[in-house]
Nanobody, 115 residues
Framework: VQLQASGGGLVQDGGSLRLSCAAS????????LGWYRQAPGKQRELVAA???????NYADSVKGRFTISSDSAKNTVYLQMNSLKPEDTAVYYC??????????WGRGTLVTVSS
C-alpha cells in the first residue's frame, strides 16, 4: 500500500493550500483517514481526522481554518488549509487505517508559511 502526499509549498501568512493524499488501494467509509504534522523540534501531532462512519475531528489550533475531506472515487484524502499562519509550518503526513490491513503513512509534504 502506498500513500502519495502532495500539495505542500511556500505560502504567505494568511494564504491557502490544499494537500492531497492519493492511496494505491480503495478507500472506504469504514477507513480512518488523518493528517498529522511535525514541526522542527516538536512531536508529530494530529491535525485532522475522519473517523470510521464520517465523524471529523480537528486540533484546536486549526479549527475553523482547515477542512479534511475524501473522495472515494479517487481514493484520495484532502486537507484544505486556509488562513495559514507561520506556526502551521511543518511537514504534513497523511495516514490511513485499513482495519484489515493496518495503518499506513505517506512520506510527508512540507508546508512553509512565511510571515
Amino acid at each position: 500500500v502506498q500513500l502519495q502526499a502532495s500539495g505542500g509549498g511556500l505560502v504567505q501568512d494568511g494564504g491557502s493550500l490544499r494537500l492531497s493524499c492519493a492511496a494505491s488501494r480503495r478507500i472506504f467509509a469504514t477507513n480512518r483517514l488523518g493528517w498529522y504534522r511535525q514541526a522542527p523540534g516538536k512531536q508529530r501531532e494530529l491535525v485532522a481526522a475522519i473517523q470510521s462512519g464520517g465523524t471529523t475531528n480537528y486540533a484546536d489550533s486549526v479549527k475553523g481554518r482547515f477542512t479534511i475531506s475524501s473522495d472515494s472515487a479517487k481514493n484520495t484524502v484532502y486537507l484544505q488549509m486556509n488562513s495559514l499562519k507561520p506556526e502551521d509550518t511543518a511537514v504534513y503526513y497523511c495516514n490511513v487505517m485499513w482495519y484489515s490491513l493496518g495503518e499506513y503513512w505517506g512520506r510527508g509534504t512540507l508546508v512553509t508559511v512565511s510571515s
